[in-house]
């Protein structure tokens, strides 16, 4: 037993050493989750910081855009409305006969139909052809619908053109 207790101070001075090594390790230890723990709030918060910012800047890009395509819109719809009431004036004007709708046109003796042994089978160039008034009035619906589809067409193209890019 005396020779345990020669070594009681050196085991105590060992485990003395060893506490404080441990303790010294787990004060650094502490430090540097400490440390990471704040680098990763800073980075935390810039990241979603980043996030609003872009997400702000989508949502003005995106109104921007909708303000365009509303002014596209209501200028193609003014044109829109603005030609389809030309059109219906003249249908209305070729209904009560206060025009005519009429279409140039020519005929041929050397058609599918006419023979062109025949002299005197040409009508002549530029002669009008005057339609009854349910043809004139087909006229003027096909007329509708083709400006229809030009505004239509043409407030697309203005659309891609400026708000698109």
């Given amino acids: 037993m005396t020779i345990w207790l020669r070594l009681l101070p050196y085991i105590g001075a060992l485990l003395i050493g060893a506490a404080g090594s441990w303790m010294w ?9 400490s440390d990471n723990k704040a680098s990763f ?10 996030g609003a910012a872009q997400a702000r800047q989508a949502v003005e890009k995106q109104q921007i855009a909708e303000k365009a395509r509303d002014d596209i819109d209501a200028k193609a719809t003014q044109e829109k409305t603005h030609d389809l009431a030309e059109n219906e004036k003249w249908r209305r004007a070729a209904a009560d006969s206060a025009r005519r709708l009429r279409i140039a046109g020519s005929c041929r003796a050397s058609g599918g139909d006419v023979s062109s042994t025949a002299g005197a089978t040409s009508l002549g160039d530029a002669g009008t052809v005057e339609l009854s008034a349910a043809s004139g009035s087909t006229v003027f619906d096909i007329r509708a619908g083709i400006i229809a589809d030009q505004a239509a067409l043409k407030a697309l193209q203005t659309y891609v053109m400026n708000v698109c890019r």
């Fill in 41 to 50: 709030q800073t980075d935390l918060t810039s990241i979603a910081n980043a």
């Fill in 25 to 33: 390790q787990a004060n650094s230890y502490g430090k540097i989750i």
